[in-house]
């Protein structure tokens, strides 16, 4: 949860880095490890993974 915390006192642009640095780190593994961090990011803040998840989603072209 301090990631999420992190998340919601940065600056839109700042979130918008931080999504698109976790999204392209976890893009890259395989189905079944991204699935399991996605809920770890739900609890910490379910706003935030949907985002993560949206451009994951653009980055392989699938959802999570």
């Keep these: 949860k301090q ?3 992190l998340y919601e006192i940065q600056s ?4 918008l ?3 698109g640095n976790i ?3 976890i893009s890259a593994a395989k ?5 399991r ?3 770890h990011f ?3 803040n379910p706003e935030w993974a949907k985002k993560i998840d949206v451009e994951v989603a653009r980055l392989i072209g ?3």
């Design 23 to 25: 999204a392209a780190s």
């Design 12 to 15: 839109v642009e700042a979130k």
């Design 3 to 5: 990631a999420a915390k």
């Design 37 to 39: 961090q996605m809920e």
């Design 62 to 64: 699938s959802k999570c």
């Design 42 to 44: 739900k609890k910490a």
């Design 31 to 35: 189905p079944h490890l991204r699935r």
């Design 17 to 19: 880095r931080m999504i």
